[in-house]
């Protein structure tokens, strides 16, 4: 089983629809969650940074853990164009190993 | 606003050689990472770099990976003897504070060619 999974894609949606993308994990170390936008042969940059279960806003953006499933979740709320790009979650373990551990990243094409 | 820079944004290089990747962190971060990315491939965890010596480091950081802290401000990633399987694109990363599990922020990234 792979330590982080996430949907590849595409995941194509029209603009102003709201977008769920989702990952899973099996190594219940894990403590921080990050999830970062990628654009094709760029630096991930990063969206949301959340500590341990439950939920974070900011802006469009809402990202939601929940660990008693290992399951994380990045919402975007009125999707633009301009949001498509692979989204990569990450996570590390803390207390000193701050190695990110990252999933494959979905494709996301929001049409105008 | 502050960023992570990296140079050169693409090498080629030939199998054997030795290439190094430098890196300028965010001037007040205290952490420092390199991730690497094969064509296709997720991201991947390389060493990460504090109090100028290595804190963590992964099974692809072999003999033959090196990262160094020359002065104040660059940090570099050695490759020592280039194989065809080390092409990929390269991340710099840092973060601030040693205390709390802060946020890593990514450079550009060099991509590298091995031919």
């Known amino acids: 089983q792979k330590e982080v999974e996430q949907d590849p894609g595409p995941l194509s949606v029209p603009e102003g629809a709201i977008v769920s993308l989702n990952c899973t994990y099996s190594?219940?170390?894990?403590?921080?969650f990050m999830w970062y936008r990628q654009y094709s042969r760029k630096g991930p940059e990063l969206l949301m940074y959340t500590y341990s279960s439950g939920n974070k806003e900011d802006g469009r953006f809402t990202a939601q853990v929940d660990k008693s499933s290992k399951y994380i979740s990045l919402f975007i709320r009125d999707s633009q164009p301009s949001d498509s790009a692979t989204y990569l979650c990450?996570?590390?373990?803390?207390?000193?190993?701050?190695?990110?551990?990252f999933g494959s990243g979905t494709r996301l094409q929001v049409q105008p | 606003e502050p960023e992570v820079t990296q140079t050169p944004s693409h090498q080629v290089t030939q199998m054997g050689q030795e290439v190094i990747l430098r890196c300028v962190p965010i001037?007040?971060?205290?952490?420092f990472y390199w991730y690497r990315q094969i064509l296709g491939q997720k991201v991947e965890f390389l060493v990460s770099f504090y109090n100028n010596e290595i804190s963590e480091k992964s099974e692809i950081f072999d003999d033959q990976f090196s990262v160094e802290r020359p002065d104040g401000s660059n940090f570099t990633l050695k490759i020592r003897s280039t194989k065809l399987e080390d092409s990929a694109m390269y991340f710099c990363?840092?973060?601030?504070?040693?205390?709390?599990?802060?946020?890593?922020?990514f450079g550009p990234g060099t991509r590298l060619l091995v031919l």
């Open positions: 990363a840092s973060s601030e504070h040693p205390g709390t599990q802060e946020t890593q922020y």
């Open positions: 190594n219940s170390a894990f403590q921080y």
């Open positions: 990450a996570m590390s373990v803390g207390a000193g190993r701050r190695a990110l551990t």
């Open positions: 001037s007040n971060h205290l952490y």
